[in-house]
């Protein structure tokens, strides 16, 4: 993988619906214990990712200081659920780096490469949005993951009817 870069020319931007931001911001203040905490990230890829709900980790999910892993059955029940809701897909996921730099460690890259190379998952770019928690400020970065560059984009609140 060639080392991380900083600007995606032919990305405009990551919309995340308010609702998302706010469901990212509540779970992340449980972070404030040392933990990491994260979800997934559903919605659209169709030239622009456009995120329109972010899960919960679930009540069987592994919290660590320097790593996280979902429960993947609520994830799954998530994906169905907003499927069925407005045919959002699962594009990325977010997760917090207490006390730490909001962008992806090798451990994340590492995640993030295998998911771009599962061929059942038929991703061609993989969204990760990296919070980072202080006592009185949440952070979250925006980077979008190809199989052979990593860039942070803005992320952008998309407006809500």
Do not use: C
Request: net charge negative; aromatic share 6%; glycine share 6%.
């Amino acid at each position: 993988m060639q080392p991380l870069t900083f600007n995606d020319p032919s990305s405009l931007g990551v919309l995340v619906s308010r609702t998302a931001l706010a469901s990212i911001a509540e779970e992340a203040v449980r972070s404030l214990g040392g933990n990491e905490t994260g979800g997934v990230l559903l919605g659209h890829d169709l030239g622009q990712l456009v995120v329109h709900h972010a899960g919960a980790p679930g009540p069987k999910a592994d919290h660590h200081p320097d790593r996280f892993l979902r429960d993947l059955q609520y994830a799954q029940e998530l994906a169905r659920a907003a499927w069925e809701e407005d045919r959002s897909q699962w594009i990325g996921e977010w997760h917090t780096h207490p006390n730490g730099v909001p962008e992806p460690s090798p451990t994340d890259l590492r995640s993030y490469l295998r998911h771009l190379h599962d061929p059942e998952l038929m991703l061609k770019r993989f969204l990760s949005v990296i919070v980072s928690v202080e006592e009185d400020n949440i952070r979250a970065v925006a980077w979008v993951i190809y199989p052979s560059a990593a860039y942070l984009v803005p992320l952008l609140v998309e407006e809500e009817e």
